[in-house]
C-alpha cells in the first residue's frame, strides 16, 4: 500500500540522515564526501560561529546527493544547556512533515547522542 511505501522511505530516510549526522567525511572509502563531520566540533567553544559551521555541515551532508532537497529539509537545534543542543532534521516526504531526530545531542564537550531515535511524524 501507498502508506507502507512512504513508512519504508521515511525508515530509509531516518537511517540515511543518521549514518551522515554520525559520520565524518572520509570514513567511507566507498565515497569519502559522506557526513556532516559534526564530532570534530567535540573540545570547540560554544559559539555563534560554531553554531552557523554545524548548521552548514549538517545541510550540506544531508542535501549533497539531491535525495533531500533542500526546500524540504529543515535543520533545527535548539539549545540544551552551555555545551549540548538538540538538532532536529525535519523533511517533508510527499506532503509530509516527518521529523527523523526527535532525540538527538550533540554536546560540544562529549559529542553526539542519540537518545531513543525513531521517526515521528509531527502536525
Given at each position: 500500500?501507498?502508506?507502507?511505501?512512504?513508512?519504508?522511505?521515511?525508515?530509509?530516510?531516518?537511517?540515511?540522515?543518521?549514518?551522515?549526522?554520525?559520520?565524518?567525511?572520509?570514513?567511507?572509502?566507498?565515497?569519502?564526501?559522506?557526513?556532516?563531520?559534526?564530532?570534530?566540533?567535540?573540545?570547540?567553544?560554544?559559539?555563534?560561529?560554531?553554531?552557523?559551521?554545524?548548521?552548514?555541515?549538517?545541510?550540506?551532508?544531508?542535501?549533497r546527493d539531491l535525495r533531500i532537497p533542500v526546500?524540504?529539509?529543515?535543520?533545527?537545534?535548539?539549545?540544551?544547556?552551555?555545551?549540548?543542543f538538540r538538532i532536529q532534521v525535519v523533511v517533508?516526504v510527499e506532503g509530509e512533515i516527518v521529523d527523523?531526530?526527535?532525540?538527538?545531542?550533540?554536546?560540544?564537550?562529549?559529542?553526539?547522542?542519540?537518545?531513543?531515535?525513531?521517526?515521528?511524524?509531527?502536525?
Amino acid at each position: 500500500s501507498a502508506s507502507t511505501g512512504l513508512t519504508r522511505e521515511i525508515e530509509c530516510l531516518r537511517t540515511d540522515v543518521l549514518t551522515r549526522l554520525l559520520t565524518t567525511p572520509g570514513e567511507w572509502l566507498g565515497d569519502p564526501t559522506v557526513g556532516a563531520g559534526v564530532s570534530e566540533m567535540v573540545g570547540s567553544p560554544v559559539t555563534q560561529r560554531n553554531l552557523a559551521r554545524v548548521y552548514g555541515q549538517i545541510t550540506q551532508a544531508l542535501t549533497r546527493d539531491l535525495r533531500i532537497p533542500v526546500g524540504d529539509l529543515d535543520v533545527r537545534m535548539q539549545q540544551v544547556d552551555a555545551t549540548s543542543f538538540r538538532i532536529q532534521v525535519v523533511v517533508r516526504v510527499e506532503g509530509e512533515i516527518v521529523d527523523l531526530t526527535p532525540d538527538f545531542v550533540l554536546d560540544f564537550s562529549a559529542g553526539l547522542q542519540a537518545v531513543g531515535i525513531e521517526a515521528v511524524e509531527i502536525a
